[in-house]
């Protein structure tokens, strides 16, 4: 999986929303915002050409004390999401 080009991850007033940058990126009727582990995986993956469930779990075992099979549970939820608002192609 990859990130699209044009969102970006952006602190709001202490809320991370990924942002939609470019005209045909725009659409003000999903605003996207994530939780601090969700920020922090979109951090760590947003300059990877690409990345899997796995690397997804990896680090949330580095960076929370999570067990491997429920960081790649999470992990998997957390990239269905991304694909289906479209913030990221498989």
């Known amino acids: 999986m990859k990130i699209k080009p044009g969102f970006t991850l952006r602190d709001v007033c202490g809320e991370y929303v990924i942002v939609a940058e470019g005209r045909e990126n ?50 998997q939820k957390l990239t269905e999401q991304w694909l289906s608002v479209g913030i990221v192609d498989d």
Do not use: G, H
């Not at 725009?26 to 996207?32: A, E, G, L, R, V």
């Not at 947003?46 to 469930?53: A, H, I, L, M, N």
């Open 26 to 75: 725009i659409d003000f009727c999903n605003i996207i915002s994530l939780n601090e582990s969700s920020a922090y995986l979109w951090k760590k993956v947003q300059q990877k050409p690409s990345f899997t469930v796995e690397d997804l779990a990896i680090f949330l075992t580095e960076e929370y004390d999570v067990d491997m099979e429920t960081a790649v549970a999470d992990s």
